[in-house]
Structures are given as C-alpha cells and as structure tokens.
C-alpha cells in the first residue's frame, strides 16, 4: 500500500466514526447526548486494539484503547451480536458511560461463500444521566462505587440481531430513567458502523484491509516515535494536589516521575496519594487515556489516532493508589475531575523537558453539575461540565470559555436546557480577568446562573476551589472557580436540596499565564 493509499485508507476509516458519532449525536433523545455531545466513537481490531477514532472525547477513547483487548477476549462472539458494559474496572471510566461494542464479519479470503471470520470491532461510549445513582443525575457524593447506579459487566444484549429485552431492560428500566431511545441510538451508530465498513472491505479486497489497519498502527507508531525520540533523555518529576475527596480528606497528591531514554517513555505515578474515601479515584485505564492525550498533543495534526502512536509509552501506577484504585472504590468524579489533573501533572513534567511545547495549567477540572427530581412520571435528570480558561502557551494567549483537555464537549445550549428541564439560566457570560497574567495571558473561565423554578437536588464536583491552575515561566496562576447558592459559598464538592427561587451561580477557574509580564 503506498503512502497515497494508506493517507486516504486512513481518511476513510476516520470518517466511519465520525459518521457514527452523527447518527448516535441525532438518533439520540436525551440533551447530553444530542446537545452536549457527551460521546465518543472508534474502531479496534479483531484484537482489540484501536485503529480509528474520531475527534470525540479523549477521556472515553483513551481508557477504550487501554482495555479494549480484555473486554473482548474469551467473547464467542456472533455475526448481529452487540455487548454492553460500564465496569470501570473492566476497562470503563465511570458507570455513567456505557459502552456498546459489536464485531464485524466478513468472508474469509479461502472459505466458502458461507464462511467468515471476524475481522474488527465498532464501539461506542456515551454518557447517560441517569445509571441508577443515588443522586439525579448520576454523579454523587459517593464513597462507594453502589451509590453510583447499576454495573453492567460484559453482557452479550444483541445475539445474532435480536435484542435480549430482558437484559435491556435492566438499564432502561431504571426508576425515572428514559434511555431507551439513547440506547437505541448506540446500537444504530454500531449498525451504520457495520456497513461502512463491509463497503469499505468489498471496495478495497479484505487483504487490503487487514493490511491497512496494520499499516496505520505502524505509521502511528513511526510518527510518535521520530517526535518523542527529541525529547532529552532525563528525569523529570512533578506534583500537584487535588483540592478535596469530598469527605475531608484535603490535598490529594498526583505525583509522577517522567523517564525519558531513547524513544522508551516510562511514567511513574507511585508518589501519588494512596486510594481516598470519596469518588475521585479512578480505574488505571483514566490514568492511561489522560496520560495518552497528554503525549498525543505533542505530535503532529496528522498522525493516527491508533494504538501504535502510544506503543512506546509505559505507565506505572500501585494498586490501591487514588490513580489505580481498587473495587468497590468510588469513582464517579474520577473520570472527570481526576483525569484533568492528571493531565496538569504529565503537562508539568513535560514542561521541564520541553518546555516551548507545552501550555501553563488550564482550568483543571470539568465543573461537573448533575441536578434533578425523583416524583414519579416528573421525574429528571441533567448533567453538564461547564467550560473554563486554558493556559497560555509560549505563542499564544490561553482560549477562554472552552472545554478544554479531557473533555471535549458543549456547554448545553440554553435554549435546550430550559426547554427541557425546569430552570432558567440567569446569566451565561466570560468570567473577565479570570486568567493569569503573564507575557502570554490565560484564558477566562466562564460564568453559568441558574435559577431553579422547582425543588431539586443539587451535586457539584469540582476542582481548583482551593488551588489555583499554575502558570510557567514566571506567569501568573489562573483564578481558582467559585460555588455559590444564593451568595452563600458551597465547597467544591457538595450535595443540596434546593427550593424554588433558590440561585446557583457557578464561575468557573481561568487559566494558567505564561512568562513573567
């Protein structure tokens, strides 16, 4: 296969998964999905390793890439079939993502009309708001992974096209749950998944095809490693602190020792904190989704996202660490909270070795907002992250009021939220001078109001209320975000009962400058 082939082999399997992601994003009924974007598409190998991905959600692909192969091992799997999973500790995130995965068949090169044999995987992760948590909304203040909804282990719900309903109905049957159109959605984007990619092998020949996956992980693995081979060999160490668990527990250590030889990359994460009581601990595959995303954004615009572009990296995490923690763990917010700063420590190591590659701290957390009611058919659920400053760079000045890093969401559109959700949005606005000064100035975060015209129940987790993102080179540090009900300060990570009437104001932090001014 030529370069030219390879090049639009590459384009063509990239925009399956992008067409995936519009199919889930339109067939899907609930506002995080179809509005937030909360998402993410991709395509493995019959071995499960990522060939393709569209430009979704880092922290979902991630953390796929780093566990697809053990979830589908062992698998009889089936021409029609689809299994379902949200384990974080079988290679998930947090129970609000499910997973859908189905295999693909085809014919095989020397067998019979009738024969075929499984040649790769479609996948899907999105974000539900409703998993059956203790809480609406689906993201508690949990200390154990049982406050957080219902875990679905492996489970083969689609066998040869038809759907097991009673397997489904486990998770669509959830009090106050309407999933059933979003589920419906995944298994959609899987089918549309499917038949792309049977056209794509009968136009290119199935030994082109299983070629050309080999061929994108190894030219993956070429471009990573000719960019990561400049980094000057060396230790390189740096550590953060997380603001709180969310049960007193204050200033949760990341620590990593970043060891460069060669073109091996090994990053040692055993400083950090032992595993915590609330929920920002996270599974390893967080660690290794936030760690790929961080190296990622050193190498060029064109190289695959593909198992191959992170095959010389090597991650170290203890068991029973807040980075590696151990079942029944709580870890609803460590998939959001957790993996953007584990993000600030890698960035932070890099910036020694490379410092003109490599932004000041963005705003370091999600802002994580899930809100609703549990009363019968009136039932709601809404859940959105809330954008922030990114830091500033050594060439430009940091983007104010995105989603930044590890998630790459929307805001939820007012119009919808309001349509959908009894609340008002009183103000929406940059939160002005919230980023740091500098030669290059951080990003402002932003400023989200709402009213609430009902009585709800109410849980942030968020970060950098106590610590602020970090500038480089003599840059000042972003502006720490802001929880308030009616005026009154709320910690980071809280649950409430709200009445009518009451206000939530939410300023998001800004983020790092860069240089000293």
């Known amino acids: 296969m030529s370069p030219i082939d390879l090049a639009i082999f590459i384009s063509r399997v990239e925009s399956i ?20 974007l909360d998402f993410s598409c991709a395509l493995f190998d019959a071995s499960g390793e990522l060939f393709a991905q569209a430009a979704h959600i880092p922290v979902h692909l991630g953390s796929m890439a780093y566990a697809m192969t053990s979830i589908v091992e062992g698998v009889d799997w089936q021409e029609g079939d689809m299994l379902v999973v949200n384990d974080p500790f079988l290679g998930g995130t947090h129970l609000p993502d499910v997973t859908v995965i189905a295999p693909v068949f085809a014919r095989k090169l020397s067998g019979t009309a009738d024969e075929t044999e499984l040649i790769c995987f479609v ?23 049982d406050q957080e909804g219902l875990v679905i282990p492996p489970s083969i719900f689609v066998r040869k096209g038809k759907v097991d309903e009673k397997i489904l109905a486990q998770f669509t049957g959830l009090p106050g749950a309407n999933t059933t159109g979003d589920f419906a959605a995944q298994m959609s984007a899987n089918r549309i998944g499917i038949e792309r990619l049977r056209a794509l092998v009968s136009s290119v020949g199935l030994d082109q095809f299983m070629l050309g996956i080999g061929l994108i992980n190894d030219y993956g693995e070429k471009l990573a490693r000719s960019v990561l081979r400049k980094i000057p ?20 250590v990341l620590d990593v020792n970043l060891a460069v030889s060669g073109e091996s990359i090994i990053l040692d994460f055993s400083g950090s904190s032992k595993q915590v009581e609330g929920n920002i601990n996270c599974p390893v595959s967080v660690v290794a989704a936030a760690v790929f995303y961080a190296f990622r954004c050193l190498l060029p615009e064109q190289t695959p996202n593909c198992a191959g572009t992170f095959r010389c990296i090597s991650i170290g995490v ?20 957790t993996s953007m700063r584990i993000v600030d420590v890698v960035l932070g190591a890099l910036s020694k070795a490379v410092p003109n590659e490599v932004p000041a701290a963005s705003q370091g957390t999600m802002n994580n907002v899930a809100m609703g009611a549990r009363d019968g058919d009136d039932s709601w659920d809404y859940y959105e992250t809330i954008a922030g400053g990114m830091g500033a760079s050594e060439s430009e000045n940091g983007h104010s009021g995105v989603q930044c890093h590890m998630t790459n969401t929307l805001n939820t559109p007012i119009e919808s939220l309001e349509s959908h959700f009894p609340i008002r949005i009183m103000e929406y606005a940059l939160r002005e001078n919230s980023g740091g000064q500098g030669v290059r100035v951080g990003g402002d975060g932003l400023i989200r109001e709402f009213l609430f015209l009902e009585p709800t129940e109410l849980t942030l987790l968020t970060e950098r209320r106590r610590h602020s993102p970090w500038g480089l080179f003599g840059g000042e540090p972003g502006a720490r975000g802001k929880n308030s009900l009616d005026g009154r300060l709320l910690p980071g990570k809280c649950h409430e009962r709200v009445n009518a009437g009451q206000v939530l104001r939410i300023e998001t932090p800004g983020g790092g400058g860069y240089g000293q001014a």
């Open 233 to 252: 060999d060396g230790r390189y160490h740096f550590s953060d602190l997380m603001d709180d668990d969310g049960f007193g527990h204050l200033d949760v």
């Open 123 to 145: 996948a899907n992760r999105a974000h539900h708001a409703n998993i059956g948590a203790t809480t609406p909304g689906s993201m508690p203040l949990s200390n154990s992974m």
């Open 17 to 36: 998964c992008a067409e995936m992601g519009a199919i889930l994003q339109r067939a899907a009924f609930s506002p995080n999905i179809k509005d937030r």
């Open 318 to 337: 203890p068991a029973g660490s807040v980075l590696n923690a151990e079942r029944p763990a709580a870890t609803a917010a460590g998939n959001v909270e």
